[in-house]
């Protein structure tokens, strides 16, 4: 499919990192949800043994957090400008410029995977292979978390959070549809989580795990 989003998508997040990564800044400390989840999953890659990439990871802010809850994780973005903030904001872990449609990881290379509402960005026709992607790069068994928008629709945003223009689409999806590309994907789904369902826009958390063989 062309790659006319996927190149959207990265010059909107260079064009807005700064703002971005502002915007962000502190989220997890108002989201108890959100940190009772992350803290599942490091549990679950503990388990395994590995480390965990964060995949789209933005400014590393959970790529940080992770860390600090004792996993050893490296966070991969499509954003130059974005992986630059995280190098800066977090030196002492590591960060580099990739797609989740094609990985610059080794199969089997890494005990976990986690797509903190970066899967958002992905079209519905492009989000198999992306999930696929994300089983190639797994250790048999290795947790796999994906956050994402909960709802039916797409929305364009045209303005960043620091006011520039940018050009960028966010899906928004329930959870029985992700659950269902995953398990195609050959993953087993451990739990579905919704986040506020009484929100405008609620979140939702999916846990699953690739397949031992």
Same mark, same amino acid.
């Given at each position: ?8 998508t ?66 991969i973005?499509?954003? @130059? ?7 800066h904001?977090?030196?002492?872990l590591?960060?580099?410029?990739g ?20 899967? !958002? ?6 989000? @198999? ?10 250790? &048999? ?23 520039? &223009? ?22 087993? !789904? ?9 929100d ?5 958390i ?8």
């Open positions: 499919m062309p790659d006319d989003w996927l190149n959207d990265r010059e909107s997040y260079d064009t807005d990192a700064a703002g971005y990564a502002e915007k962000v800044r502190g989220l997890l400390d108002m989201h108890p949800y959100l940190r009772a989840g992350l803290a599942v999953f490091a549990e679950s890659v503990r388990d395994c043994g590995g480390a965990v990439a964060d995949v789209g990871c933005g400014p590393g802010y959970v790529t940080r957090h992770l860390h600090d809850l004792g996993v050893e994780a490296f966070g973005d499509l954003s @130059p400008e974005m992986v630059a903030i995280a190098r904001d977090h030196p002492d590591g960060f580099e410029v797609s989740m449609t094609d990985l610059p990881l080794a199969d089997r290379s890494v005990g976990g995977v986690l797509a903190f509402w970066s899967v !958002i960005h992905i079209p519905d026709p492009a989000v @198999p292979g992306v999930f696929e992607e994300f089983r190639r790069v797994l250790r &048999p068994g290795g947790p796999l978390l994906v956050g994402f928008h909960v709802g039916d629709e797409t929305r364009h945003s045209s303005t960043g959070y620091a006011g520039r &223009p940018i050009s960028v689409d966010s899906h928004r999806r329930r959870p029985e549809t992700v659950s269902r590309w995953l398990r195609e994907a050959g993953f087993t !789904i451990e739990a579905e989580l919704v986040i506020r369902p009484d405008e826009l609620p979140g939702a999916v846990f699953a795990r690739a397949p031992q063989d």
